[in-house]
């Protein structure tokens, strides 16, 4: 443990593509991460496990097979495991997730964005 806090804002402004989640923490076997949004994402589901998102900037729809969730800045939703989902933001938004280590983005590994540590 390096006793430094993390700065989401500082680590958010180190990057400008959508869709692409980056590890800023890790804790228990989970990814901690930032992503900035815009438009649709594809239609997915995580079959192992729940899908956590926290809206950190911004707007963002959660469009679910079971009805859509709106999220504006300090609110969250946690989609359940194997629930069709998409984000939808209609201007850029940022947004934390929290996922066990190596769960795809788009719930499947041949389709899922690279995560990587900044």
Do not use: C
């Not at 729809?61 to 079971?66: N, S």
């Not at 629930?83 to 389709?111: C, F, M, S, W, Y």
């Amino acid at each position: 443990m390096n006793g430094k806090a993390i700065n989401l804002s500082e680590k958010l402004e180190t990057f400008s593509e959508y869709w692409s989640p980056k590890i800023v923490s890790r804790f228990n076997g989970n990814d901690v991460m930032v992503v900035k949004v815009k438009g649709e994402f594809v239609w997915h589901a995580h079959e192992e496990t729940d899908d956590f998102f926290l809206v950190l900037d911004g707007v963002v729809t959660i469009e679910t097979e079971d009805g859509n969730v709106t999220l504006n800045p300090g609110e969250l939703y946690v989609v359940p495991k194997g629930v069709q989902h998409r984000p939808v933001a209609a201007e850029e938004a940022h947004i934390l997730l929290i996922e066990p280590k190596g769960t795809p983005n788009t719930g499947d590994i041949a389709t899922a964005a690279e995560k990587i540590d900044i």
